[in-house]
């Protein structure tokens, strides 16, 4: 499972795999990543500790290698350090990378505006308040008792769909990245880069994304159609991300996703500066980066402010 609040509920040890190796860890999934830590901590340290050793025996070597009086010593030295298992830097895996993405200009006060909107697909199946506002600070989260026509609600505020009655009302020079939209849209027949490059020039910015999200530089040029699922996702988050989005909508942007990439979209989510609107059932994601709710209770849209107050409730 990619689950974390899942799994922390429910295991007893993680067993994970990293560096061909298997490492065992008691406890659930928060006492994994502090032992992890703790083991990182430990070898980086042994890292250290060798690394000016080798430094310290190899002036020595240095230093006295012409002089005839410690040629044994010197020689004693060089046998030793040929005997040494040199250890290579640990790297961090506990530590999210950071994806920063800049807003280019300062935002309106009001992003979007909802008026007497009835979405639909062949009837009437959500009515939403007579008036609603989307202010530029909103993390919305919706949330759906059985998850039906949610992609439906986003597709009309992206005027993908017609509504059957009402408007929506988007500032019409406000850059938009829609997570479901461009994972719709990947050319399979193109690679990675060739998918990324052709709007984007930025070399540098679409690889460090990519690698962020465990993509290596090695697959970029790697066709999309022989992607798994979650790959072509991080392909998708990637394109999206390249935008520079004022507003963020995301539908179920962690299904297919690692845990690693759930915590760096969170991270992502939880520091961006715009509006961010987003349908998903990952709790520990949607807490952490949401400051209201947008309930559907028998097709109507209920607003939710006080995410502490009524996270528990829905999930009773």
Known sequence: SHDVKFINNTSEKIAEISGKKIHIYPGNYSLYLE??????DKEMKDYRDQQRELELQNAYINRFRANSAKATSVQSRIKALAKIEVLTMPENETKVKSIQVNLEKRLPEIILKLRNLQVW??????????????????KIWIIWPNWAWKSTLLKTILWELKAISGEVDINEFLKIGSYSQVLSDLDMGKSIIEELSQDFEDQTRIRNILWWLLITWEKVEQKIWTLSGWERAKVALTKMLLVKPHIIIMDEPTNHLDIH???????MLAGFGGT????????????NTSNKIWFINKWNLEVYRDIDKEFNNFFE
């Open 35 to 40: 032992e992890k830590q703790a083991r990182f």
């Open 121 to 138: 697909y062949s009837t009437p199946i959500i009515s939403l308040p007579e008036y609603l506002e989307v202010l530029k600070t909103d």
């Open 261 to 267: 990439s759930k915590e760096v979209i969170k991270d």
């Open 276 to 287: 961010t609107i987003v349908v998903s059932h990952d709790r520990d994601l949607l807490y």
